[in-house]
């Protein structure tokens, strides 16, 4: 690793005319570049780091640490030390005989014959090789940060992404306004490296669909959720909200346009959350009086910095500086879908089939396969169905085997047959068709429902979710068994008539 020099020192020895000589001696210092380049590996002021593409960009971050300089220096130090001082504040923001160097740069000029000697000795510096030479080593400081940033992380991966590509939030703001948006504050962590280490391992539960942390306070618990939830959405394409639901108290206001990630902040109260994040009680209800209300109560996982006692249906254990409550009988992920539905008001259930945990929503990507026997009346059940699925601007994959007429008759968009490929290839099955076919339209699935699918297709769709099930394995909905393809839950009884049940079923849901 590169050593880059951050300080320079400057003497000019003694200035000024004849007996009236005094030392002049300052420092430049980038210490301010190393921490904004902290910053950004934390996933803070990112857009600011990016932006820095010249050496004479680095001016802005440099400070200069007066030493000695001469009386006329010096009171032009003092009155632009005035000049920077809050008017309701005792808080100045320069530490002592410190100024931004662009500042202390605007203190000489030139007055041809009558220029000072001080003015004279810095403005022949201030271009000068020594002064380039520390320009450029740290600008490429900045550049090794920059090509370094995001290499094994989700989040500043994504931002970096956006940013290169002028797509992120801030890339129509005028440099200055965009280097000032409010980004929330990365404060010293709250808990011990075990917590953290633990909260990693309860986020890529798959189970997990909505996380909630009501301390709110802890800018890294923040910043784990939002790279959690953007490595599900880049996995699968979905919004950021729709691959993991997050939500805090707004005890520290961090930027969701920064990041481009969706955390619902409460001023007070809170969404339910699968993965129920305590940190530290201070000041709001106790955890035992949540748990105990049954419409507040979390789901699989409660993590706290502290112990909270004993709560009914949940297990506890423990580690430095973490306790963590599971539930004893844990709900599955598409009860967490459920549970989190009344918060996601842009999506609505599809299908719902019955029990608790069998609901369809239409944000889920789904690829619904209608095999060749599947009867007509099955068939005109369900186009209506799908086609009011695809109005909302939803994009269920439909493959029809056999008569496509009830769906191109309830209009049906995007409907995919092999019939071209089986013209050409009359001898063989669509294999490769449908794989070509899930390369394209389906790179993520949520879930299938594959109504009298036939064997090679079955087979298709297996080694496909084999090789394709981070985050989460696709939900299965089948009206016959398949050994090839295993179903998670098997529709019985006459379709024509069910389906409908199961589609009023879901508009009239409460969960």
């Not at 009558?114 to 030479?133: F, G, Q, V, Y």
């Not at 391992?201 to 669909?209: A, F, Q, S, T, Y």
């Not at 409908?500 to 969960?511: D, G, L, P, V």
Request: one cysteine or more; proline letters at 5%.
């Amino acid at each position: 690793m590169i050593h880059y020099q951050t300080t320079l020192s400057i003497d000019f020895g003694e200035m000024g005319y004849r007996n009236s000589k005094q030392p002049f001696r300052v420092r430049m210092l980038g210490n301010e570049l190393t921490e904004l380049i902290k910053d950004a590996e934390n996933a803070h002021r990112v857009y600011e780091l990016m932006l820095i593409d010249r050496p004479g960009d680095i001016w802005s971050y440099v400070w200069v640490v007066i030493d000695e300089v001469p009386t006329r220096i010096n009171d032009r130090y003092l009155q632009a030390w005035q000049d920077a001082k809050p008017q309701y504040s005792d808080d100045h923001p320069w530490p002592l005989n410190h100024i931004p160097f662009n500042l202390f740069d605007e203190f000489f000029f030139w007055g041809w014959d009558d220029t000072d000697p001080e003015d004279e000795a810095w403005l022949s510096h201030r271009d000068s090789t020594t002064m380039k030479a520390f320009a450029d080593q740290l600008f490429a400081m900045v550049r090794e940060a920059q090509a370094n940033l995001g290499w094994n992380d989700d989040l500043l991966r994504h931002i970096i992404k956006t940013i290169r590509a002028g797509k992120h939030p801030y890339s129509y703001l005028d440099r200055r306004i965009a280097n000032k948006q409010f980004e929330g504050q990365r404060n010293t962590p709250l808990y011990t490296p075990d917590f953290y280490k633990t909260l990693k391992g309860l986020l890529r539960d798959p189970e997990v669909v909505s996380v909630a942390y009501r301390d709110g306070r802890d800018y890294q618990v923040l910043r784990m959720m939002a790279t959690e939830q953007r490595r599900r959405a880049n996995l699968t394409g979905h919004e950021p909200g729709d691959a993991l639901y997050l939500s805090t108290l707004a005890n520290n206001k961090i930027s969701n346009a920064a990041w481009n990630s969706e955390i619902c902040l409460f001023e007070e109260g809170l969404a339910h959350g699968d993965l129920h994040i305590e940190g530290i009680n201070e000041s709001h209800k106790n955890l035992s009086e949540l748990v105990n209300e049954g419409w507040k109560k979390p789901g699989r996982y409660i993590l706290s910095a502290q112990d909270e006692g004993d709560f009914e249906g949940y297990a506890k254990e423990s580690g430095e500086g973490w306790v963590l409550y599971h539930q004893v009988e844990m709900d599955t992920r598409r009860r967490c879908l459920e549970r989190i539905a009344d918060r996601r008001h842009e999506s609505t259930p599809v299908l719902q089939f019955g029990n608790r945990g069998q609901t369809l929503f239409d944000f889920e990507k789904t690829l619904v396969f209608v095999g060749v026997s599947v009867n007509y009346s099955t068939r005109m059940a369900l186009a209506p169905v799908i086609a009011e699925w695809q109005l909302k601007g939803s994009n269920p994959v439909l493959v029809v085997l056999g008569d496509a007429g009830p769906f191109e008759l309830a209009g049906c968009r995007k409907l995919h047959q092999p019939t071209r490929y089986l013209e050409k290839h009359p001898s063989q099955v669509a294999n490769d068709w449908f794989v070509d076919l899930l390369k394209i339209e389906c790179p993520w699935i949520d879930a299938i429902i594959a109504l009298d699918i036939p064997e090679w297709a079955a087979k298709v769709l297996s080694n496909r979710i084999k090789s394709k099930n981070d985050p989460w394995p696709a939900w299965i909905i089948s009206n016959a068994h398949q050994d090839l393809l295993k179903e998670d839950l098997l529709l019985e009884g006459d379709l024509d008539q069910t389906i409908n049940e199961y589609h009023q079923r879901a508009k009239t849901s409460i969960f």
